[in-house]
């Protein structure tokens, strides 16, 4: 238990190292608040050439695309483990990874994050809610309950049971009410500022009954 507690912890560190980098990233939407590319240069926060590629006794991990029917459609990418071989094991954990108002699940493979989980054994899934990426708007999500089947639905289609759910900004308005309503059937929550906590009131947090784990403030 302590060994798979100090792996949690270690991949918690590399999450956010992750998720600063993410954070940092040019906009790609209208209206938002990310330093340019440019801008991040000349802060000295990355290096004006792309990064180096990985080294040649990595393991390769294949990102794979799908899309579930229904309304909305729901696009997917998701990256399975692996051992140091390269052959597909069990998942020690799953993890379905949202993304904010100026990303997409793309954002999550481009990082580098759905290689890195995979390659310490966990099944990592990134969604594009509806209206970003190749996920199509719904006048089907505009309330909580309805963004709570949502992710219902696609939890259960894909198999996904007691999983890590990460929600950057944005994607609050469906990881909190969420959580308030299905907390037991999630392993961890990882909010990183999720938007819409001030509707939750404190006696509705004393009632979550998920393992919470707070990255960013």
């Not at 094991?89 to 100026?102: E, N, S, T």
């Amino acid at each position: 238990m302590n060994f798979f507690r100090n792996r949690l912890v270690v991949l918690g560190l590399v999450l956010l190292a992750t998720v600063l980098l993410y954070l940092l990233l040019p906009s790609m939407r209208q209206g938002s608040m990310e330093p340019s590319l440019e801008v991040q240069q000349r802060m000295g926060l990355i290096a004006a050439s792309p990064p180096p590629p990985p080294p040649p006794n990595s393991v390769n991990i294949t990102v794979r695309t799908g899309q579930l029917p229904g309304d909305p459609p729901l696009f997917f990418r998701e990256a399975l483990p692996v051992d140091s071989a390269g052959r597909q094991i069990v998942p020690r954990l799953q993890l379905v990874l949202l993304h904010g108002q100026a990303f997409t699940s793309k954002t999550w493979e481009e990082l580098g994050t759905l290689s890195l989980l995979a390659s310490n054994g966990y099944q990592a899934l990134a969604l594009d809610l509806p209206g970003f990426g190749n996920s199509p708007d719904s006048e089907s999500v505009k309330s909580d309950q309805s963004r709570v089947d949502l992710l219902k639905r696609f939890l259960e289609s894909l198999g996904v049971r007691a999983p890590v759910l990460l929600s950057p900004s944005m994607s609050g308005h469906y990881a909190l009410p969420f959580l308030q309503k299905h907390s037991a059937q999630l392993h961890g929550f990882v909010p990183i500022a999720p938007v819409g906590t001030r509707g939750i009131t404190p006696q509705q947090y004393r009632d979550i009954q998920s393992y919470s784990v707070m990255l960013l403030p």
